[in-house]
């Protein structure tokens, strides 16, 4: 079945640097989406990436889709405090298909 | 409801209980996704609804973990003869189905504890 990888599974920054977190998919996405979840809360959706080679930015934050739509990455420029919590992908193989998510990345930041 | 509705919030039973918690989707939604979240843990997935069709249940860990949805709308997960490794906080997600439109919208979830 489909699998979603994510890399690396933690990373510690100090803050102001950048982070950037890996998503790679076993087969070929319709479409890709990034979620935060906050310590102790609950994923929330960030965005979704559709078009291959596509680019999107919210303030700090760039997700990138690959060319071939099997991985995607996510960039935040100069970490802050704020930014801290677990970011997940989640691939669609195909119409109809539900989701799969990736395995995570948590991300702390040292003030 | 606006949200995801999930009850209840907390659960702590004694091993060998049967628990059900409950999920509530946005109205309109036809994708009805469990998750299991252990401490500090990714996502596991459990069971997947989508509207008429047979449940994508190759999540489930055991016999023991079952789930329906009733008329396309609120679902139940029921654990059977609860152990300690079933201690976790279950999520429940809902969405729309067509591409464009399949954002998922996650509850505050359940926290179970065995004790």
């Known amino acids: 079945g489909q699998q979603v990888m994510q890399i690396p599974q933690y990373q510690h920054v100090q803050e102001g640097e950048d982070f950037t977190t890996y998503c790679n998919s076993s087969?070929?996405?319709?479409?890709i989406q990034w979620y935060k979840q906050r310590p102790g809360g609950h994923p929330v959706f960030l965005i979704q990436?559709?078009?291959?080679?596509e680019v999107k930015k919210q303030k700090r934050l760039t997700f990138q889709f690959g060319e071939a739509k099997k991985n995607s990455s996510l960039h935040i420029t100069a970490t802050q405090t704020t930014d801290v919590g677990t970011y997940f992908c989640?691939?669609?193989?195909?119409?109809?298909?539900?989701?799969?998510f990736g395995g995570g990345t948590r991300l702390m930041v040292k003030p | 409801g606006a949200g995801v509705s999930q009850s209840p919030s907390n659960k702590v039973t004694e091993k060998g209980k049967d628990v059900e918690l409950r999920c509530d989707p946005i109205?309109?939604?036809?994708?009805l996704y469990w998750y299991r979240q252990s401490l500090g843990q990714g996502l596991e997935f459990l069971i997947y609804?989508?509207?008429?069709?047979?449940?994508?249940k190759s999540g489930l860990p055991s016999d023991r973990f079952s789930a329906e949805r009733t008329g396309g709308s609120v679902s139940t997960l029921t654990i059977q003869r609860t152990q300690q490794e079933d201690s976790a906080v279950y999520l429940c997600?809902?969405?729309?189905?067509?591409?464009?439109?399949?954002?998922?919208?996650f509850g505050a979830g359940s926290r179970l504890t065995v004790l």
């Open positions: 997600a809902s969405s729309f189905a067509y591409s464009g439109a399949n954002v998922l919208t």
């Open positions: 087969t070929t996405l319709s479409n």
């Open positions: 990436l559709v078009k291959s080679g």
């Open positions: 989640a691939g669609r193989a195909g119409a109809g298909n539900m989701l799969t």
């Open positions: 109205s309109g939604h036809t994708a």
């Open positions: 609804f989508q509207g008429n069709s047979a449940p994508d």
